[in-house]
């Protein structure tokens, strides 16, 4: 009897040390010198974060503050999709940043090309926001997660569900 081997590779963020880096972040601004009076918010929505600040030069600043937040927290910054500035009320300015999650068609149906063609013994199939991939060897598995950890997608990639 043939057994076969599968994992899936989402895109996906721990939304608990999003949370943490966010308030780790938000503690550091209030008390960095530079940006302590800017009176700076970052706010968690269910699919967003809104930071509203004094300028656009510390809305930079605020960036550098969460990106290396959220890298320490290994969360990737691919996650973020940084929307447009927009001016708020008494000269200050908004930004909102929307989470990534899940991998669309467009980023999927090119994955899924790679691993058909430079891995034959391989099956991967588009499910949803996921894209699962089988094999009869593990070792061809392990062959799709390296050969995947090349490239540069614009969704971070994880590959669960090892079985």
Known sequence: MASTFSF???SDFDRQELVNAIDQASRD??????LKDTKTTMELGESTITINTASEMTLTAVHDVLAQKAAKR????KIFEYGAIESASGNRVRQEITLKKGISQEIAKPITKLIRDEIK???ASIQGDAIRVTAKSKDDLQLVIQRLKQEDYPVALQFTNYR
């Not at 601004?29 to 530079?34: A, C």
């Not at 290994?74 to 910054?77: A, E, G």
């Open 8 to 10: 899936d590779i989402v």
């Open 29 to 34: 601004v209030s008390s960095r010198y530079d």
């Open 74 to 77: 290994n969360l990737s910054l």
């Open 121 to 123: 013994k391989v099956q």
